[in-house]
């Protein structure tokens, strides 16, 4: 739990740093997303105009298989530039990890991407594009077997 004492913050800044289980985001590991370390956070809490900034750096590394090559991969991602705002009410110290949470959720990309460039499986032949030159061309594509496997299937 990351949490802001208030009388702390009345006297001066506070520096969190720390990390948090990965169980944290409530995120099934899977083939296409898994969460591979601690949700990791370095963060500055102050007073500003009566309410706390919070404000600073979260990040998770994540591996699946990229969203248009099925090729596993590995990425950090997190915000650099986070900043919450939160009212002082009468409490004393205020849980911001649902906040916090919330934040890296939107982060998460919706496909990993082995790379910007990546050109991704040939939807005619499935050859991957980034390893062979594809020779597929419009409604004339060379014969391929790698689909016959798919022939007998009843829908």
């Keep these: 739990m990351i949490k802001l004492f208030i009388s702390r913050l009345e ?10 289980p990965s169980e944290l985001l409530g995120i099934a590991n899977s083939d296409n997303l898994t969460i591979d370390s601690p949700l990791r956070y370095d963060l500055e809490a102050k ?27 590995k990425e950090t991602v997190g915000n650099d530039q986070l900043h919450l705002l939160f009212e002082i009410g009468k409490e004393d110290e205020i849980d911001i990890t649902e906040d916090i949470r919330t934040e890296m959720l939107l982060e998460l990309p919706m496909n990993l991407v082995c790379s910007e460039d990546c050109a991704g499986l040939c939807p005619v032949c499935g050859v991957n594009r980034n ?24 829908l």
């Design 131 to 154: 390893d062979k030159k594809c020779h597929c061309r419009g409604d004339n594509p060379p014969a391929s077997d790698c689909w016959s496997a798919l022939d007998d299937l009843k």
């Design 11 to 20: 006297k001066q800044p506070d520096h969190l740093v720390g990390e948090e």
């Design 47 to 73: 007073i500003v105009s009566g309410e706390i900034l919070v404000s600073g750096k979260i990040a998770v590394d994540i591996s699946g298989l990229c969203g248009r090559c099925l090729v596993p991969c």
